[in-house]
Antibody, heavy 118, light 108 residues
């Protein structure tokens, strides 16, 4: 059974870069057909898909965030990462990593709260 | 982007009730529509994918239907563990994947 676990700072200052890592266990991140995704949930509970990466390194980003996002995959460590630059208070959210298969997200991490504040 | 609208936004029901939640898409998503359940402090959990296919381990009291722009999630007999928030999500013509705003299901 695949498990995902997010890690990274819980507090980021405005204008700085948010960096998170998702460690995957129970499955190889190189498994064909799966995309490794980042999603965030705002305090008001709305969900926003950020983007995903394939094991080859190919990425697909939400156009609304594309200019600020980098998602990378590290197959040797079975993990992938998210960088979001120039953060503001509007980026405060719970960040989830998840596995996507055929368009749906079948496994999720527990999520990590990131607060943007000085 | 395809906009997803759920109704109602909140719903009060009793154990044993039949409950239906609706999700409408701003354009056709064929059957690329999926449903999730979220409980406080937890990640969303996949219930149904492809509009009507039950994810492994999900009780058969959950069912999904619809195609095109209108979809529904039905719980045939509400159980205590079913209270929480439900989200629909489309994956047609992506990126981006988009979610509905959620339906909060509470005990009456």
């Amino acid at each position: 059974q695949v498990q995902l676990h997010e890690s990274g700072p819980g507090l980021v200052k405005p204008s700085q870069t948010l960096s998170l890592t998702c460690s995957v266990s129970g499955d190889s991140i190189s498994s064909a057909g799966y995309y490794w995704s980042w999603i965030r949930q705002f305090p008001g509970k709305g969900l926003e898909w950020i983007g995903y990466v394939y094991y080859s390194g190919s990425t697909y980003y939400n156009p609304s965030l594309e200019s600020r996002i980098t998602i990378l995959v590290d197959t040797s460590r079975n993990r992938f990462s998210l960088k979001l630059t120039s953060v503001t208070a509007a980026d405060t959210a719970v960040y989830f990593c998840a596995r996507e298969a055929d368009g749906y997200l079948d496994s999720w991490g527990r999520g990590t709260l990131v607060t943007v504040s000085s | 982007d395809i906009q997803m609208t759920q109704s109602p936004s909140s719903l009060s029901a009793s154990v044993g009730d039949r409950v239906t939640i609706t999700c409408r898409a701003s354009q056709s998503v064929i059957r690329f529509l999926h449903w999730y359940q979220q409980k406080p402090g937890q990640a969303p959990k996949l219930l149904i994918y492809g509009a009507s296919t039950l994810q492994n381990g999900v009780p058969s009291r959950f069912s999904g239907s619809g195609s095109g722009t209108e979809f529904s999630l039905t719980i045939s007999s509400l159980q205590p563990e079913d209270f929480g928030t439900y989200y629909c999500q489309q994956s047609y013509n992506t990126p981006p994947i988009t979610f509905g705003q959620g339906t909060r299901l509470e005990a009456k």
